[in-house]
């Protein structure tokens, strides 16, 4: 069974809309697939592991401050 909001999908993967047939998005659905868009196309930061620090990585799998320390 198509719902309307399977048709809305649809229309959005292919930017058609017409208000006419109530195929757009509302402004609230828009900013929850933009916010749902960016946080899944944005790659996971690697994360250092040492003493459950978990601060971005720098250079050679470390992070900063043990980066430093064993320097």
């Given amino acids: 069974m198509i719902t309307l909001t399977k ?3 649809i229309a959005a993967r ?3 809309g017409d208000p006419l047939n109530g195929l757009m998005y509302d402004t ?4 929850a697939m933009r916010l ?3 946080l899944l196309n ?5 994360r250092c592991l ?3 620090c978990k601060r ?3 250079t050679r799998g470390l992070c900063v401050n043990h980066y ?3 320097s």
């Fill in 7 to 9: 048709i809305k999908r």
């Fill in 14 to 16: 292919y930017g058609i």
């Fill in 28 to 31: 609230k659905e828009i900013r």
């Fill in 36 to 38: 749902n868009a960016s």
């Fill in 42 to 46: 944005k790659p996971t930061k690697a």
């Fill in 50 to 52: 040492i003493d459950g």
């Fill in 56 to 58: 971005e990585l720098s």
């Fill in 68 to 70: 430093t320390a064993m």
